[in-house]
Nanobody, 129 residues
């Protein structure tokens, strides 16, 4: 049974930074491609970014490009998202997700939430103006 646990959320002023972590347990972490999604109140869950199994490929939604960086440490079974230059519109619950490699690659595959097999419980990020 795969479990994902996010941490690192909190309250930050606009322009500030946060780093979210997501630890996977129960299976071999390096077998999973990892994604980050977020959901703001009253809005649908949206793709933030994703990283391939070996970290060699990353994908980001346009609104976070140049501000967010996703990385992973397979030795620590953890994926991270470093969020810089935060804006009030980044306020949301952030979820990490894991998907088994299926051969599907590219932005369209990584950004599809239905392609992920496991989800964390989410961590709140609030950016004040």
């Amino acid at each position: 049974q795969v479990q994902l646990v996010e941490s690192g959320g909190g309250l930050v002023q606009a322009g500030g930074s946060l780093r979210l972590s997501c630890a996977l347990s129960g299976r071999t972490f390096s077998n999973y491609e990892m994604g980050w999604f977020r959901q703001a109140p009253g809005k649908e869950r949206e793709f933030v970014g994703a990283i391939s199994r070996n970290g060699g490929s990353t994908y980001y939604t346009d609104s976070v490009k140049g501000r967010f960086t996703i990385s992973r440490d397979n030795a620590k079974n953890t994926v991270y998202v470093q969020m810089n230059s935060l804006k009030p519109e980044d306020t949301a619950v952030y979820y990490c997700a894991a998907r088994t490699y299926s051969g599907c690659s590219g932005y369209g595959c990584y950004s599809n939430p239905y392609g992920y097999d496991y989800w964390g419980q989410g961590t709140q990020v609030t950016v004040s103006s």
